[in-house]
């Protein structure tokens, strides 16, 4: 017996791989990693880490320490050579770790490089180039280089910062940034000859101007997703998210949808109910503004969304909708920039926050 529709994420990984490939071509004088952190943006570390392996990649990064672990201890059969990186570096309760799973920390605070010195293995350093996040400012970083007895021992492969308006290229930030942290790995370059630089994630692998670095770490643009306010064309779409239809019901004019009943019909009006809802990850926000795609139109979302519904106007389909139709809710039809747009946020946080009752699908 087939079980009731839910929504479903649709992920294509040969859209994933080619991406991976643009962004590579893109920059071809330097290494392109890969971030998997928060479970490959929601998307699966799990099948997402071997496609990307596949496709080339031998470099990703996670948020947290214990992400990096799971990747070694269920991702089967990651080469020892493949480098896991950890953007938020090591505390003393997980420094182990480090050396039972193979680990590559990033280090942000002179407290983590103290907590890292003695280790033989190597390490990364971020610099604070302007984000004022994570990463040692220029005067730690001063500190640092005039302590070379020290830290000299540290085994540094790349010196990495981050853009701050990477998402718009015009933005004077980007080329400050691009010049602080010459000046910073200058600084430290006669303590680390050896190490190479990292700047760009997405967006900075998009920005129209040249880049020292020898290594990219970029995310959202490898699902799909522009790292710019504008698209990106050459992207492909990885990401397919879809609900199903549940009933369908006519609403006669004057009558109201939905809790609180913040919809009310001018006209009679044909509804279809859809299996998702902010438990799965559509967000709340799109009460009353979102879209999905159904019998090849447009659809609005009307009413408040629920935990587990939602309601859209269906009385303009040309194709009859019948229960078990499927609608986009986003993918190549419906932009999930669109969809993020109008729920006030960013394709990263619904891609991120999809939830557990998703089913996840993977297509070649
Ligand atoms: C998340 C993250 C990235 C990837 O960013 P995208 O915009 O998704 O490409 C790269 N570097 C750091 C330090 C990050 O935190």
Redesign the pocket.
Known sequence: MKTTPRPRLTVNLSALQANYQTLCARRPGAETGA?V?ANA?GFGAERVVPALIEAGCRTF?T?YTFEAVRLRQSVEAIPDAVNLCV?NGPSAGDLADYDDYNLTP?LNTLAQVSLWQGQKSTCML?VDTGMNR?GLTSKEVATLATNADAHGGLKVSHI?S?FAC??DPGAAKNKRQVEEFKNLTNKLGKLFPKAEKSI??????FLPFDIDEKLT???????GAS?QDQPVDALQTVATLEAPVMQIREVSSGESVGYGATFTGREHARVATLGIGYADGYPRHLSNCGKVILGGRKCPVIGAISMDLITVDITDCEDPIAVGAIAECFGPTLPVAEIATLAGTIA?EIFVTLGDRVERRYVT
């Open positions: 971030v952190k943006y990064f948020a953007f990033v971020q994570l990495l981050h990477s998402s760009s994630a997405s967006g900075g692998i770490r970029p995310g959202v643009a490898l699902y790292p990263y």
